[in-house]
């Protein structure tokens, strides 16, 4: 089952300006965490952000996470060629599960 | 250099035949996971393990089968019995529940 769904499915964008695609889920969390894939890659980890924590910064990376509006969004400031990929939310929930839970993604294109 | 490897890169499968996938990892992580992504689509869990000897079924577990018998190692067999196994199949570890996951280049299986 889909814990995590994105938003937008897809977005494209000129290099130089910023993007954000949104997370939301259903349950309450320990953590989520944002991953990137290249086409026919495995996927990187790029942030990891605690049910206590509210926003998370690394290099151009902004994660920000609501949990009263079970949301998480990811803005990557300054985008160039390479950052197109497509990108995943994935959520360790509080209870029951010893996994983590991927959404389906957003498939993130910058125009040169 | 530590890191998660999966091989073969590609496999082509004939209709009834059992193949099994490498998964080998020196991070010297307790937790490994095989997940199955399908085009345009996110991953979904078929197997996880949290230790050796113990593995348990994720969401799509029928017609496949894990073993565990080594820290490093958490192969993964695709049996006859799964009608639909053309996929991209990726291997993950990591350190515990919840932590990062570790990603290795991926399977592409084909069934001919």
């Known amino acids: 089952s889909q814990q995590g769904e994105e938003d937008p499915q897809a977005l494209s964008i000129q290099e130089g300006e910023n993007a954000t695609m949104n997370c939301s889920y259903k349950?309450?969390?320990?953590?989520l965490q944002w991953y990137r894939q290249n086409s026919g890659r495995g996927l990187v980890h790029l942030i990891l952000?605690?049910?206590?924590?509210r926003e998370k910064h690394s290099g151009r990376l902004r994660v920000t996470l609501d949990t009263s509006k079970k949301s998480s969004s990811l803005l990557i400031t300054a985008s160039r060629a390479a950052d197109t990929a497509s990108y995943f939310c994935?959520?360790?929930?509080?209870?029951?599960?010893?996994?983590?839970?991927f959404g389906t993604g957003t498939r993130l294109t910058i125009i040169p | 250099d530590g890191g998660i490897t999966q091989s073969p890169k590609y496999l082509f499968r004939k209709e009834g035949q059992n193949v099994t996938l490498s998964c080998e990892q020196n991070?010297?992580?307790?937790?490994m996971y095989w997940y199955r992504q399908d085009p345009g689509q996110g991953l979904r869990l078929i197997y996880y393990?949290?230790?050796?000897?113990?593995?348990q079924k994720g969401d799509i577990a029928e017609g496949y089968s894990v073993s565990r018998e080594k820290k490093e190692s958490f192969p993964l067999t695709v049996t006859s019995a799964q009608k639909n196994p053309t996929a991209f199949y990726l291997c993950?570890?990591?350190?515990?529940?919840?932590?990062?996951?570790?990603f290795g280049p991926g399977t592409r299986l084909t069934v001919l």
């Open positions: 393990s949290q230790i050796v000897n113990d593995f």
């Open positions: 994935a959520t360790d929930e509080w209870v029951g599960n010893e996994k983590l839970t």
């Open positions: 991070l010297n992580h307790d937790a």
């Open positions: 349950t309450s969390i320990n953590n």
């Open positions: 993950a570890s990591s350190m515990t529940r919840g932590d990062e996951q570790f």
């Open positions: 952000i605690r049910s206590n924590e």
